[in-house]
C-alpha cells in the first residue's frame, strides 16, 4: 500500500489562527483518511473523504481532495491548543486495505 | 463508538522473556486487525495485518517467528513478543477495521514496551 506524505512537516500558530496541511500521494484510491495523534497515544480517526468528493466538512475541520492532482488538504479552522497533535493522511488504494503512515505535520498551537 | 481497547498500557520486562499485547474492539467487529511499531519522534511502522481465523500477513523485514500475532475472535487480536531485546522496546498500536466500515481504522491507546 501506498503511504500519504504531509506537507509542511511542522507547523507553528497562535491560538485562533487556521492551519492547513497538505498530503500528497501517488496512485489510484477509493478514499483517503485523516488522522490525529497527540503525544504518546494512539491515532484518532477525524474524517474521511471518497475519491468522487471535492470537499467535506466536519465541524472545525475542511478537507479537501484533488485527485487529478493526486492531493487533499486539511484545514483547521479557529485553532486551539488542544489541537496541537501530529496530522496524518491515509490514502486507501483501491486494490489494497493497509493503511500506511508517512511522517505526518507537527502541528503546534500556542495559547 | 468505534473503541479499541490495548492491554498492558504499559510493560516492563527483562531480556529474553515474552510479552503478549492484547487488542480489542469493544463495540464493533474487526475482521482485520492491524499492528503498528512507533519509535520516538517517527511514524507508524505498519508490522502485520491481522485476519480472524487465519494467518496473519507481515510486512516486509518483520520477524513472524519473534512477533507471533493471533486473531482468534472478530473482537480479539493479540501479539506476542518473543525473546524480547532492548531493541523491541518501542510504543505498539493496534488498529481494527469495521467489518461495515470504508476502511476506517480505530486505533487503541498503544502499549509502551521497554525491555531490560
Known amino acids: 500500500s501506498q503511504q500519504g506524505e504531509e506537507d509542511p512537516q511542522a507547523l507553528s500558530i497562535q491560538e485562533g489562527e487556521n492551519a492547513t496541511m497538505n498530503c500528497s500521494y501517488k496512485?489510484?484510491?477509493?478514499?483517503l483518511q485523516w488522522y490525529r495523534q497527540n503525544s504518546g497515544r494512539g491515532l484518532v480517526h477525524l474524517i474521511l473523504?471518497?475519491?468522487?468528493?471535492r470537499e467535506k466538512h466536519s465541524g472545525r475541520l475542511r478537507v479537501t481532495l484533488d485527485t487529478s492532482k493526486k492531493s487533499s488538504s486539511l484545514l483547521i479552522t479557529a485553532s486551539r491548543a488542544a489541537d496541537t497533535a501530529s496530522y496524518f493522511c491515509?490514502?486507501?488504494?483501491?486494490?489494497?486495505?493497509?493503511?500506511?503512515f508517512g511522517e505526518g505535520t507537527q502541528l503546534t498551537v500556542n495559547p | 463508538g468505534a473503541v479499541v481497547s490495548q492491554h498492558p498500557s504499559w510493560v516492563i520486562c527483562k531480556s529474553g522473556t515474552s510479552v503478549k499485547i492484547e487488542c480489542r474492539s469493544l463495540d464493533f467487529q474487526a475482521t482485520t486487525m492491524f499492528w503498528y511499531r512507533q519509535f520516538p519522534k517517527q511514524s507508524l511502522m505498519l508490522m502485520a495485518t491481522?485476519?480472524?481465523?487465519?494467518?496473519?500477513?507481515?510486512e516486509q523485514g518483520v520477524e513472524k517467528d519473534k512477533f507471533l500475532i493471533n486473531h482468534a475472535s472478530l473482537t480479539l487480536s493479540t501479539l506476542t513478543v518473543t525473546s524480547a531485546h532492548p531493541e523491541d522496546s518501542s510504543f505498539y498500536i493496534c488498529?481494527?477495521?469495521?467489518?461495515?466500515?470504508?476502511?476506517?481504522?480505530?486505533f487503541g491507546p498503544g502499549t509502551r514496551l521497554t525491555v531490560t
Open positions: 473523504i471518497r475519491s468522487n468528493e
Open positions: 496512485t489510484s484510491i477509493n478514499n
Open positions: 488498529s481494527a477495521r469495521d467489518i461495515g466500515g470504508e476502511g476506517e481504522q480505530y
Open positions: 491481522s485476519n480472524e481465523g487465519s494467518k496473519a500477513t507481515y
Open positions: 491515509a490514502p486507501r488504494e483501491t486494490s489494497g486495505s493497509r493503511l500506511t
